[in-house]
């Protein structure tokens, strides 16, 4: 008999209710036991809806991110925060946003560097480790977790992150090496695992992703290290890998001293087989059949066509799960009310991928026939997906046909354009702008939803979202900013709003993913060929440059941001949609150009998201989204100025991709990483503009006017000051007024300072 289970459960609640409880909580407004509360109320619900499985995930929930959750359980506490007062939660939020609840500016810290998790939209806090650095357990959060799993009566799995992955995402703060870490670190998980047998657990989801990356020897030799460490632990050992292929490193994680393993085999389908045959005879294989990552139906019956033969090679060794946690897709198609009908029946949430799990395993178990019903209707929902005519436009397809090289070059070489923008355009020497978004505030959010709810007219609405780029502007004029925005309050998302104006996508009610902490996002459903039946943001940009005499910036979201952050069709490659995205775009661009927008920023803050995890395969992935970038962005006059954006991302490694985009300004994150980031501009002369931000909008603190002029000195110690710009490093929609104008006030007179020192 096969059994089934799951990695772990989106944790923010059907209706987002995790977060509302945070944000909440941060502003005093509840007490910790409150937030507690409903944070135990959310996971005795995910329990509730997994109970038919045979394993359930425990621990796979967090107040913020599983990784920091790893990083507390090790006692892996960054210094600054080890002998603040306050609750164990409380220095936990420090580390994640800088402060907890109430917390005066003595109790203020740096927040912890974040980065995103392998190729996915989740941010992860990453751990820090130095020479010094003492691991000590401190599993109650994980214990009291399992006891409430336990008293419910369902089987619990724990899931923790295996100590090479940890290690592997940790940060060195000084010269220490990861590694020499490894000898310590081991006890603490023999002893936490040694806890969890006591507990009465049987079973531990242990889970080493970067097993489907390129591993050096080190690496490779510290998995053999750490498991035959652990293989004398009472509890049996489930080593979850996902995201990818193992390839060189299959040999190895079939061999590896552990109970069971588990394979994504939707994005490694072509080596499930193989792991089959090399499986030694006394371990279980755990196959990832059903997609964590999108929102698409499974076929379920070519799923068991592959799925059948294993099971018989492997009668009760095979579980049956979904590729990775479900932590990426939201928790229950059935809370849509408006979602269009037909295309309603094409996707699976979280829920929906649970039932899928559950009428996979009676199919193997039981045989087709005692589920016939249900896989007849899951063919006709695949197959009427196929024959669409909504998912099909020959119109769109010929276009991409059409590309041609030259789409994708600027008249003229960055050194000439630049000469033209700066007498077109008479900045000062370290010019500030902002990344786009201002706050959205609450009467922001109330006028659009009494508009989408039609009890406010079109033209109401209008006037409301004018008033508020009105306010917009006047604050960064009173700021003394010189490149100004206009503050997209009209945008609810910066790929929802342009998606809900392309054709080929549709739009969920409650289709919410965890970004990071309270942040959640609501991609955008990319089913069908995409086109631009009409400009999306050119009368907004016209009527905020109306306004004001300083040069505005046009707003938009790239094409690969736009389809990174989106569910993407799984029917044709990415590098298809994308391109079909770029030339939307491109006709945006040249509408606002014609416009009189001279200035236009183009966001693909997920340009590398999307790298595949293997360094092998990059340069595919890198010349189609390059060319993307290029396609929808140059189009235009040489003294039209083309900026991008790109946050949290470790990019360095990847610099002469982004040099290649051409843009004629680059924003990035630095804030968080102390501009550790640009260190790679000492051995790779960046040609073009650079804004490193000296803000980091993620966390409530202000930084000071002396903490920017810190930063952009060191920016200035390996870019020329004349390529210099200040900005914050994201966009400040999260933020409240009153922390972004003191915030910007400290920013502006940075620059000022930093002008007056160059004479």
């Not at 506490?77 to 005066?104: C, K, Q, T």
């Not at 990775?324 to 059935?334: A, G, K, T, Y």
Request: charged share 25%; glycine share 6%.
């Amino acid at each position: 008999m096969a059994s089934i289970h799951n990695l772990g459960f989106p944790r923010i609640g059907a209706k987002r209710e995790l977060k509302f409880a945070q944000e909440a909580f941060w502003k005093g407004q509840i007490s910790e036991s409150e937030l507690l509360a409903t944070a135990k109320a959310i996971r005795q619900l995910n329990w509730r809806d997994q109970q038919s499985l045979d394993l359930v995930p425990v621990g796979d929930f967090s107040l913020y991110d599983q990784v920091l959750d790893m990083s507390f359980t090790l006692g892996n506490r960054p210094a600054r925060v080890v002998d603040l007062e306050g609750s164990e939660l409380d220095n936990y939020f420090r580390v994640a946003r800088g402060r907890s609840a109430n917390d005066s500016d003595c109790k203020c810290v740096h927040a912890g560097e974040m980065t995103k998790w392998f190729d996915t939209n989740y941010h992860y806090i990453v751990p820090e480790v130095t020479g010094n650095t003492q691991f000590t357990l401190h599993a109650e959060r994980l214990l009291s977790q399992l006891a409430e799993a336990q008293h419910l009566g369902v089987n619990p799995k724990p899931v923790i992150i295996g100590p090479v992955t940890y290690l592997w995402l940790c940060k060195e703060k000084d010269n220490a090496s990861r590694l020499d870490l490894l000898t310590q670190l081991l006890p603490v998980y023999a002893e936490l695992l040694e806890q969890l047998a006591a507990a009465g657990v049987e079973w531990v989801q242990i889970d080493e992703p970067i097993l489907v990356t390129e591993l050096d020897a080190g690496w490779k030799h510290a998995f053999e290290t750490a498991y035959h460490t652990l293989k004398s632990s009472r509890v049996k050992l489930l080593l979850a890998t996902y995201f990818g292929t193992l390839r060189e490193n299959l040999q190895q994680a079939v061999n590896l001293p552990v109970a069971g393993l588990h394979v994504d085999a939707v994005r490694g389908s072509t080596e499930v087989n193989k792991v089959v045959d090399w499986l030694p005879i006394n371990k279980v294989l755990s196959v990832g059949a059903i997609d964590g990552r999108n929102i698409w139906k499974t076929d379920l019956n070519a799923t068991l066509d592959w799925l059948e033969p294993i099971a018989k090679k492997l009668d009760e060794r095979l579980w049956i799960a979904p590729s990775c946690s479900l932590l990426h897709v939201p928790v229950d198609l059935n809370s849509e009310e408006t979602l269009d009908e037909d295309i309603h029946k094409w996707l699976a949430f979280g829920k929906q991928k649970l039932q899928e799990l559950a009428l996979l395993g009676k199919a193997i178990n039981d045989g087709r026939e005692t589920v016939a019903e249900a896989l007849a209707a899951n063919r006709v929902a695949i197959e009427s997906r196929k024959s669409s005519s909504r998912v099909h436009n020959p119109a769109v397809k010929a276009a991409v046909k059409g590309i041609t090289a030259n789409l994708g070059k600027r008249k003229s070489v960055y050194a000439e354009r630049i000469a033209k923008q700066r007498a077109h355009l008479p900045l000062p020497l370290y010019p500030t702008t902002t990344i786009g978004s201002f706050p959205q505030t609450q009467d922001i959010r109330k006028a659009r939803l009494a508009f989408k709810k039609n009890e406010i007219s079109t033209d109401d609405y209008i006037t409301k979202m004018k008033a508020e780029i009105e306010h917009a502007i006047r604050q960064q004029e009173e700021l003394g900013l010189d490149v100004l925005v206009h503050g997209e309050a009209e945008r609810n998302d910066m790929v929802e709003y342009f998606g809900e104006q392309l054709e080929g996508y549709v739009f969920s009610q409650f289709g919410w993913v965890q970004s990071y902490g309270s942040r959640c996002v609501k991609p955008p459903i990319l089913f069908g060929d995409i086109s631009r039946p009409e400009a999306m943001t050119v009368d907004w940009i016209k009527y905020a440059q109306s306004l004001t005499n300083k040069p505005m910036k046009g707003m938009l979201t790239g094409p690969v941001t736009i389809l990174n952050w989106s569910f993407v069709r799984d029917d044709q490659p990415r590098s298809e949609s994308c391109l079909q995205l770029a030339l939307a775009i491109r006709q945006e661009v040249q509408d606002l150009e014609a416009a009189g927008v001279n200035v236009i920023q183009i966001d693909e803050a997920a340009l590398r998201e999307g790298l595949p995890l293997r360094k092998s395969e990059w340069q595919h992935y890198l010349d189609w989204a390059v060319e993307s970038f290029r396609i929808c962005a140059n189009g235009v006059n040489d003294e039209t100025q083309i900026h991008t954006h790109m946050c949290y991302s470790e990019f360095n490694d990847i610099i002469e991709a982004i040099a290649h985009m051409d843009a004629d300004v680059i924003t990035i994150e630095t804030s968080r990483s102390d501009m550790e980031l640009l260190d790679v501009f000492e051995e790779f002369h960046y040609p073009n503009e650079i804004g490193p931000g000296v803000y980091d909008i993620h966390s409530p603190n202000i930084p000071s006017e002396e903490q920017a002029v810190n930063l952009i000195s060191k920016a200035a110690e390996r870019i020329p000051p004349e390529r210099l710009w200040v900005n914050p490093d994201c966009g400040l929609k999260t933020r409240q007024w009153e922390e972004v104008i003191p915030a910007l006030q400290n920013m502006v007179a940075a620059a000022k300072t930093l002008r007056a020192s160059l004479g």
